[in-house]
């Protein structure tokens, strides 16, 4: 009797660790502890971003993207999804309808405030999976900036992995120039096909042009419009070429590459205890908080010699600028 009901309890036990939802908003309060653990404390933060993608695909595609990304990637390696996050750097597509482009400082301050804020529930690790073309460069500098001051959290960029098996297999599928697909071409309706067909539109894949137009040539030189000066239809590939098959392998290959990165950021002590051995030597506050302690002690010293205080209010002052 007593076997069985251990065994039941072990049962009911792996249970509840397999129903552990991953989704913090799908988590219950009481069961938070046990996500921090068996997460290894680790958050992963989908940034995916609302945009035309094309005359044929959803809005929503690149947080599609990343929010399926993580949900197949925790089944195998599990840890806390933070809810929809769309926010981001969406400037060159606000001449078209659904764009949702916030001020700059507003886009930074909301990530930076996000990740303190889902440290301060306990997360140790932050894992930023990004599904948007336009992110990389704001995402990479604030990953940077996390060395600006001490912080109890890491934040980890995820990029997924292509081994050579994997680039041969999508050259074997692709049907369309891999230099001019880039938005809403042919990789990337793929993956909606496999991932959400109902919202792909594929017989308006063709009412609009996705050819890079070249309205701009300036050599080496880098300008804010020159996305818009290629692709004024925010459309570069060709999305009528997309199969669901394509898309699957696609799909498989990041959902693989993440689920190993979540194991090797789980298993990472090395990044926090060298943030924290870096901070150590860093010359910020402390350095002048010392300071001004001696500050301090000097200007009292001259008070003593001045006869300003006497030798017993010296060292009361001495001891208490000491403390502080
Ligand atoms: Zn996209």
Not at 11 to 32: H, K
Not at 145 to 168: E, H, I
Not at 236 to 265: H, Q, R
Not at 303 to 313: A, N, R, V
Request: aromatic share 10%; with cysteine; proline share 4%.
């Amino acid at each position: 009797m007593i076997k069985r009901l251990c065994l039941l309890l072990l049962i009911a036990n792996y249970c509840t660790a397999q129903n552990l939802p991953s989704r913090w908003d799908e988590l219950v309060a009481s069961d938070w502890s046990k996500a921090l653990q068996q997460s290894d404390s680790t958050c992963i933060l989908p940034i995916g971003i609302l945009e035309k993608h094309g005359p044929h695909a959803p809005i929503g595609s690149d947080l599609i993207h990343v929010r399926e990304w993580a949900a197949r990637a925790t089944k195998k390696e599990y840890a806390v999804v933070f809810p929809d996050y769309f926010y981001g750097q969406i400037n060159e597509a606000r001449h078209q309808p659904g764009t949702f482009s916030l001020p700059p400082t507003v886009v930074w301050d909301l990530l930076d405030a996000t990740c303190t804020e889902i440290a301060r529930n306990g997360f140790k690790k932050i894992v930023i999976i990004n599904g948007h073309g336009g992110n990389p460069n704001l995402l990479q500098y604030f990953v940077q900036t996390q060395l600006d001051k001490k912080r109890d959290y890491a934040v980890y960029f995820f990029t997924p992995g292509r081994d050579s098996a994997y680039n041969s297999k999508v050259t074997g599928l692709r049907k369309s120039d891999p230099a001019s697909d880039q938005h809403a071409g042919e990789n990337e309706t793929s993956t909606l096909l496999y991932l959400r067909p109902e919202l792909v539109k594929m017989d308006s894949a063709k009412i609009e042009s996705g050819n890079n137009l070249k309205r701009l040539s300036i050599p080496n030189v880098y300008t804010a419009i020159w996305w818009y000066a290629n692709y004024p239809n925010h459309y570069a590939g060709e999305g009528d070429k997309a199969t669901a098959g394509f898309g699957k392998v696609i799909t498989d290959n990041t959902v693989e590459s993440l689920a190993k990165a979540l194991k090797a950021i789980k298993a990472d002590n090395k990044t926090l205890q060298l943030q924290n051995e870096f901070f150590d030597r860093v010359l910020g506050d402390e350095h002048q908080h010392n300071s001004s302690i001696a500050d301090n002690l000097a200007r009292l010293r001259a008070m003593l010699d001045s006869g300003e205080l006497t030798k017993e209010e010296y060292n009361a002052a001495k001891r208490k600028a000491l403390k502080e």
